[in-house]
């Protein structure tokens, strides 16, 4: 069952504040014509939707596919494959640049249908300027090979930076325009031009993440990543900044946990949360509480809940690892969470709670009812009197000696 405790690190690395100015993001997510009605269609349902636009990137027959719901960008001059991924990347560039209103955005966000972008702390992170700049994850390869960002990771290219390479696309970056590696080939031409990479790495530790949750929680890296990376890394809750940005290979049962932990409210909290913190949730809430009002803030949860997230993890990881993997549209966890249909309010909290509490007293009634004979045979020997007479021990002790 999913704890408090295993929500906490979730928030942790997800924290987000308001900000005062906004940043039009174009999101593209590259994906695959097998990936459409899986993987794509989690990311539309989640993250994508707190884009300012979002297209998903694939060169496919989309009529074999059968998509109806999903924004498409589809080319059909190019294979739907990994080798291919650069041309398809720069292609869409190319396109969205030319397109009528090129500039209705002031960045571009790439990412895979495989990564998780918490968009309120990318919002924090961009400012509008006027110097060419690409924020993501910076690899320093061990061999001496130019930096480059991760394109798991995601990354964010101004439109300053774009203006830059339209010209150039076919002449200056003509080298990079082939098959190949998509984000070391683009990251190439950024740098040809002269535009800043920048890792965003800030006081509290990384912001864009090539690997998933539990491998930076648990410092197992592949060995690809320890050949790229020259940063530190940490352990534990130390991995990861409270402003996180993203995370690579998640699955869409990981997509769904997030967007239940960031993204809830009361009805969701209680229904989470199996374990006695529901009552003091709901005894906030009475007392007057902002938890049903939307204006409760997760994050700050953390701070008056100190758990130990050491044992949260292992629950959680035992959760994911026996999670099942075929999915509904709508529903990935078909376990203790609901699914994400089951968002709505009324009542539902209370229910679950006079629920629990049902389901521990009827557990406690079962342990006093079948608990052990010896118990039973004590009790039955204090309500028995007793036919001997006081021990020596008992009896008056012995007047003084005269001497």
């Known amino acids: 069952m999913v704890n408090l405790q295993v929500v906490s690190f ?55 596919w059968n998509n109806t719901v999903l924004p498409i960008l589809n080319l059909f ?54 110097e060419p ?39 200056t970056c003509s080298q990079w325009y082939v098959p190949g590696m998509e984000d070391v080939y683009v990251s190439r031409c950024l740098q040809h031009l002269n535009v800043t990479l920048d890792g965003a790495i800030d006081g509290l530790h ?27 890394t940490y352990p534990g809750f130390d991995c990861c900044s409270t ?24 009805t969701n909290i209680l229904i989470i949360i199996y374990s006695p913190i529901p009552i003091l949730f709901t005894i906030m809430d009475g007392a007057g509480g902002n938890l049903g009002n939307g204006d409760f803030d997760p994050c700050e949860c953390i701070n008056m809940f100190q758990m130990n997230h050491e044992r949260a993890m292992n629950r959680l990881t035992d959760m994911l690892r026996n999670a099942q993997t075929t999915c509904t549209d709508t529903e990935c966890f078909t376990g203790p969470l609901p699914g994400l249909q089951n968002n709505g309010g009324g009542n539902t909290g209370m229910t679950n709670m006079y629920i629990m509490l049902a389901i521990w007293f009827a557990i406690a009634f079962l342990l006093f009812l079948f608990r052990p004979r010896t118990l039973r ?18 009896r008056d002790p012995p007047g003084p000696t005269i001497q």
Request: glycine share 4%; aromatic share 14%; net charge negative.
């Open 377 to 394: 045979n004590n009790r039955n020997n204090l309500d028995k009197p007793s036919n001997q007479g006081p021990s020596r021990n008992d």
């Open 10 to 64: 979730l928030l942790f690395v997800s924290c987000f504040h308001s900000i005062s100015s906004h940043q039009r993001i174009y999101c593209v997510i590259k994906t695959f014509g097998q990936n459409l009605a899986t993987r794509a269609l989690t990311v539309h349902q989640t993250w994508a939707k707190r884009c300012d636009k979002h297209v998903f990137l694939t060169a496919t027959n989309l009529t074999k």
């Open 243 to 266: 402003q996180s940005i993203s995370f690579h290979y998640m699955t869409r049962e990981w997509m769904n946990l997030i967007e239940w932990t960031r993204y809830l409210d009361e």
């Open 206 to 232: 990384h912001r864009f993440f090539p690997l998933e949750l539990l491998s930076l929680y648990y410092m197992e890296y592949p060995q690809w990543y320890l050949d790229y990376n020259t940063l530190k």
């Open 133 to 171: 700049l690409a924020f993501g994850h910076v690899f320093a390869p061990n061999n001496g090979a130019p930096v480059h960002l991760s394109g798991g990771a995601g990354y964010v290219i101004n439109t300053v930076a774009l203006k830059r390479m339209l010209p150039n696309l076919q002449t």
């Open 77 to 130: 001059d190019v294979g739907d494959n990994y080798v291919e991924l650069s041309i398809k990347v720069f292609d869409a560039i190319n396109l969205i640049i030319q397109q009528p209103q090129p500039y209705d955005f002031d960045w571009l966000l790439m990412a895979d249908d495989d990564t998780y972008i918490i968009m309120e702390n990318l919002r924090q992170l961009l400012y509008e300027t006027s």
